[in-house]
């Protein structure tokens, strides 16, 4: 799958000559360490004001995507109806078609994330393992920064991940620890909360168990069923949110 798109050609013509070095669009630096780690705390703090888990999403996803420079940011919820992961917060360029698809538990990159319990810097080198579809539609890509969330418990909630980070962007062991944490309270508000998908909300007592196939979670899917919808405009101001459930329910 591929996010490309062919143009035609509409004639011969003479490409331009290239730009001096001096009058070349200098490329947009990626934040300091010292940048980084304040867009990340301000985004702990910016959670306890957060309405719905789809808006504190959006936030985490968007204080990351700042951060770490990067083709893609992609946010992973669970469904505890299903076990799956869906994809309810997308950034970059065609990204929004990747809403609301599910990737399951087994999926091996954010496996290794939650196997893990912090985040991880994926290689998709020569000696790394084959990327995953959701990777594959970006073109080439050399790998990914996957952020587990997670609740006390250590049962995976959730996950943030940015494909493709900037060569320049500052991953190291102390930006990936703010990022942890960051996560760490976002897995704070899904617990106090519940999740959202598309538009139903999900209690926090619904929320998955660490063994996927206990009666507990037969039960939670039979209330999943019976969970009442929600206009999420009434309850997340963020416009961009906003147009992104709108994506879904044309796609869904």
């Known amino acids: 799958m591929s996010g490309g798109m062919s143009i035609p050609k509409m004639g011969i013509s ?71 992961f869906a994809i309810t917060c997308a950034l970059g360029e065609d990204a929004d078609r990747l809403l609301m698809t599910r990737e399951p538990i087994s999926d091996w990159v954010l ?12 290689d998709h080198g020569p000696l790394g ?18 952020v587990p969330i997670l609740a006390a418990d250590g049962t995976p909630l959730g996950a943030l991940e940015l494909v493709d980070t900037a060569r320049s962007a500052m991953v190291d062991r102390r930006t990936l620890t703010a990022a942890g944490e960051l996560a760490d309270a976002c ?23 660490a063994d996927p196939v206990s009666d507990e979670l037969v039960e939670m ?23 992104a459930i709108e994506v879904m329910r044309r796609t869904g």
């Open 14 to 84: 003479t490409p331009a000559p290239p730009l001096p070095a001096r009058l070349r669009p200098a490329a947009a630096p990626s934040p300091s360490t010292a940048q980084v780690m304040s867009v990340l705390s301000l985004a702990v703090a910016d959670l306890k004001s957060a309405e719905s888990s789809l808006e504190a999403t959006s936030l985490c996803l968007g204080a990351l995507f700042r951060a770490f420079p990067a083709r893609a940011a992609l946010a992973h919820v669970v469904d505890p109806s299903t076990g799956e």
């Open 111 to 122: 496996a290794a994330a939650f196997f893990s319990k912090r985040p991880i810097v994926i």
């Open 187 to 209: 897995a704070v508000f899904f617990e106090e909360h519940g999740v959202q998908l598309r538009n139903v909300v999900l209690p926090s007592g619904m929320l998955p168990p």
């Open 129 to 146: 393992a084959a990327p995953p579809e959701r990777h594959a539609f970006f073109g080439q890509v050399r790998g990914a920064v996957v």
């Open 221 to 243: 899917r039979a209330r999943a069923d019976s969970t009442p919808e929600v206009d999420p405009r009434a309850t997340i101001p963020d416009l961009e949110v906003v147009e």
